[in-house]
Structures are given as structure tokens and as C-alpha cells.
Nanobody, 123 residues
Framework: QVQLVESGGGLVQAGGSLRLSCTAS????????MGWFRQAPGKEREFVSG????????DYGDSVKGRFTISRNDAKNTVYLQMNSLKPEDTAVYYC????????????????WGQGTQVTVSS
């Protein structure tokens, strides 16, 4: 079992930045691929970014490429999502995810979820 706790959400103006953190406990963090998804009201949960267990494979959703950066610190059991140039359409609840070794872009295939953190971008 893996427990995931997100932090760092909040209210920011368009063009601003936020950094989300997700700290894991349970099985060794270094064996997990980590990811971020988001869900806006009335919309499906969508893939934002993922990083493999080794850090050697990283991917981003098309809508955040060039603006968001994912990273992981295995010594701190933490994955980060640096979000720059935020837009109102980035407003959503952001969820941390974990899977064994390889991350998935499909929400239905995620093994573990965090509780979510709200990000609101004002225009």
C-alpha cells in the first residue's frame, strides 16, 4: 500500500506560478512511477504529467507542455509539479498518482491516488 499526500495548491493570478508536492509513505518510493492528473468541474480526470521510477522517462499532457515540470526526490519520497504561466483553464483539483515502475496516462489504470489539492487561477 502507498499513501499519497498532496500540498501546495491555492489561488493564483493568470501568469503566475505554483509548485505542488506529493509525499508518499508505505512501500519504497523509488520503485514507483509517479504522476499528476487533474479534474475540473464537469470534466473527466485528465493526465498532466508522469515520471518513471528511475526518472528516465517523463511525459506531459499537451495542454501543459512547456509550462509544467515534474521532478522527483527519492530521498524525500516526494514528487513535485512546478506550474508556470498558469492559465484560468488550469483551474482544477490536482491529484497525485502512483503505479509500479511505469506511469500511465489513463486515470482508470492508476493504482494509488492522493486526496487532491485545489488549484484556482484567476483571470
Amino acid at each position: 500500500q502507498v499513501q499519497l499526500v498532496e500540498s501546495g495548491g491555492g489561488l493564483v493570478q493568470a501568469g503566475g506560478s505554483l509548485r505542488l508536492s506529493c509525499t508518499a509513505s508505505g512501500r519504497p518510493f523509488s520503485t514507483y512511477a509517479m504522476g499528476w492528473f487533474r479534474q475540473a468541474p464537469g470534466k473527466e480526470r485528465e493526465f498532466v504529467s508522469g515520471v518513471s521510477w528511475s526518472g528516465g522517462h517523463i511525459d506531459y499532457g499537451d495542454s501543459v507542455k512547456g509550462r509544467f515540470t515534474i521532478s522527483r526526490n527519492d530521498a524525500k519520497n516526494t514528487v513535485y509539479l512546478q506550474m508556470n504561466s498558469l492559465k484560468p483553464e488550469d483551474t482544477a483539483v490536482y491529484y497525485c498518482s502512483a503505479n509500479d515502475r511505469t506511469f500511465t496516462r489513463v486515470a482508470g489504470l492508476v493504482a494509488y491516488w492522493g486526496q487532491g489539492t485545489q488549484v484556482t487561477v484567476s483571470s
